[in-house]
């Protein structure tokens, strides 16, 4: 799969969440909660104005602010601000994964995929967890994120902190396809195909598939590129020519 479905975020410590019990009647908590809510919302909406227009040191004191009071938006906003390293904002994957955590917590689809990566990578201090990495890859691509359908479909296939599963990857590929991922309609038609081997890393995956795009796009002539000498792709050099063919209906 390209470098851009591999990117992301790396790990360092589980970030606890504690939970506050306030002893308050159902009726008093209500007025209250909601207007707390609107207000994190007026602040998001504020920094999310300033971080459009990239003034990140301005946007930060109220996304922090908006975050702190439990607006997952902003949880994940400044995730991504700490991820990247914006002008005025020092890189750092710790915070960034304290805060993808929260967002997640909440359902976020974005933090969850992202909090996925740093758990698959072990990005800002996280442990490597590939069983975590998967469960909250399908808690995310069950919202329709489509980075996270094609990344669930993969540990399926790989067996990547799950059993292998060739269906549900092409089951997750599918509803990616579905909203118009060309890579994820391609792939999944790699994967019904019988003469498809089973991969055993992501560079066999890029190779063999990098091979068939070749071969079905340019001229049908697989084309040697030291780039994408990869095992995957030797595979692919070495099928027979009507196997190969059966990939391009």
Not at 107 to 118: D, E, I, K, P, T
Not at 160 to 188: C, E, I, M
Not at 206 to 215: A, K, N, R, S
Request: one cysteine or more.
């Amino acid at each position: 799969m390209s470098t851009r479905k591999c990117r992301a975020l790396t790990r360092r410590g589980m970030v606890s969440l504690a939970a506050l019990a306030i002893a308050v009647s159902p009726l008093a908590a209500a007025p209250a909660r909601a207007a707390a809510d609107a207000q994190s919302e007026q602040l998001w909406q504020q920094a999310d104005a300033l971080v459009k227009r990239s003034q990140y040191q301005q946007a930060l004191p109220i996304l922090l602010e908006a975050a702190r009071r439990g607006h997952p938006r902003a949880q994940t906003t400044l995730g991504n601000l700490y991820h990247a390293g914006k002008p005025g904002i020092a890189q750092d994957d710790t915070t960034a994964m304290k805060w993808y955590a929260l967002g997640a917590a909440q359902g976020h689809r974005f933090a969850q995929y992202s909090l996925a990566n740093g758990y698959m990578l072990g990005i800002g201090g996280l442990m490597q967890d590939q069983a975590k990495a998967t469960q909250l890859f399908e808690a995310s691509a069950q919202q329709g994120l489509t980075d996270a359908q094609e990344a669930i479909a993969m540990s399926y296939e790989l067996g990547r902190g799950t059993q292998r599963n060739r269906a549900r990857a092409v089951y997750w590929l599918d509803q990616a396809a579905r909203q118009g991922d060309v890579y994820a309609q391609g792939f999944a038609k790699i994967l019904r195909n019988p003469n498809t081997p089973q991969f055993r890393s992501i560079n066999d995956v890029e190779g063999f598939v990098t091979g068939v795009f070749q071969y079905c796009w340019h001229d049908q002539f697989p084309r040697r590129r030291p780039d994408l000498d990869t095992p995957g792709y030797q595979v692919w050099q070495h099928m027979a020519p009507n196997w190969r063919d059966s990939y391009c209906w």
